[in-house]
């Protein structure tokens, strides 16, 4: 449950993360008038730049919601990266090899097999854990780095497009692609699926027994074990749910702006969606503002660099900075809470880290 002390908490600590940005631009540039103006009012100055900010919370929304399940129940997701990257190649191939088929009729069968996918990739740390007793941080992450260079390998190689002056599979037919919402900015109709599976899964959470399990193994795997629940049972089911949301967050961005898979595809979705489960304090529903604020961050930037001399490298401190600090707040927290062990195990959580 977010507390209105967190809310306190949380909304200090990105106030200060853009206080400290306020400061770079102001020495780092040689128009700071312009800058600030563009940076903090710039995504709002018009439909594209805004368009292009809804746009560009919406892998985000679901990379952040991912990450809100494996948190809740105390496990660390590090692998979405991997899994968005899965998601959006099995999701281009897929789409390719059914093209005769109408929307309609691929799109559920698309995003069901690429949420199974990329669930059982997340899902397997968990099998790893009980088999072999691997730490499932360390082997979410290793997993998650193979995957990427196997699919950079394939597109590489066996899926390339020929035609194609970077490394790049061939697009999907345009009937595919999600409408567009504001053009000419990156809107699109992807948005309300984001929001959509956000709120089902606030619902999963709150309302249903899978829900009240990951959420009883996350606070206390000792009371959930004494209450006759299957904690690594949990664990796993919570860790495919979250994977399965990252391999949609991936295919969703396909089917919204790119229309094919290319090689370095995801520009750090899933870390960035760490860090929005993080600010939300693991609840779906205040995923959907902090992916927000990420984005508002990534396209004050990118207005910036048009309308005055600010860097990607500036927003990027910025960002830097606030994941380091809710990172670190929220690792404090846990540790207080959680002082010895791990939810795989009968003592606590922190071993896990």
């Known amino acids: ?44 100055s018009n439909a594209y730049f805004f368009g292009n900010l809804l746009a560009s919370a919406i892998p985000l929304i679901l990379t952040g919601a991912a990450a809100c399940v494996s948190f809740s129940a105390s ?21 390719c090899r059914f093209g005769e088929l109408p929307p309609l009729v691929v799109y559920p069968l698309v995003f069901a097999i690429v949420f199974c996918c990329s669930g059982t990739l997340a899902a397997l740390s968990g099998y790893l854990k009980r088999a072999r007793n691997v730490n499932v941080l360390i082997s979410t992450l290793l997993i998650s780095y193979i ?28 009937k595919f692609l999600f409408a567009r919402l504001l053009p000419p900015s990156d809107l699109h109709s992807g948005l309300f699926l984001a929001l959509a599976l956000t709120i089902i899964l606030r619902i999963i959470m709150k309302k249903s027994a899978l829900g009240f399990e990951i959420t009883l193994t996350g606070k206390s795997p000792v009371f959930a074990r004494y209450a006759g629940v299957s904690v690594s049972k949990v664990l796993t089911l919570s860790l495919f749910i979250s994977g399965g949301f990252a391999g949609i967050a991936g295919i969703t961005d396909i089917y919204g702006i790119h229309g094919r898979m290319f090689r370095g595809f995801s520009s750090g979705y899933g870390w960035n969606g760490i860090a929005v489960a993080l600010i939300a304090k693991n609840h779906p529903l205040w995923v959907i503002p902090a992916a927000l604020f990420f984005a508002y961050l990534e396209n004050g930037a990118n207005v910036g660099a048009l309308l005055a001399d600010i860097t990607p490298e500036m927003a990027r401190t ?25 939810a795989w195990t009968p003592s606590s959580t922190v071993s896990s880290l």
């Open 1 to 44: 449950m977010v507390t209105l002390r967190d809310l306190w908490r949380t909304a200090f600590i990105v106030g200060a993360a853009l206080g400290f940005g306020l400061c770079v631009i102001l020495l780092a540039s040689e128009r700071p008038g312009d800058a600030i103006y563009a940076f903090f009012l710039g995504p709002f």
């Open 318 to 342: 910025i960002q830097a900075t606030i994941f380091f600090t809710v990172t670190a707040d929220a690792l404090f927290s846990l540790i207080r809470k959680n002082k010895g062990g791990d």
């Open 75 to 95: 496990v660390f997701n590090l692998g979405l990266e991997g899994q968005v990257y899965l998601g959006s190649f099995l999701g281009v191939f897929l789409t």
């Open 147 to 174: 995957t990427i260079y196997v699919v950079d390998a394939l597109i590489e190689t066996v899926f390339i497009d020929p035609t194609a002056g970077l490394a790049a599979t061939p697009y999907i037919h345009d």
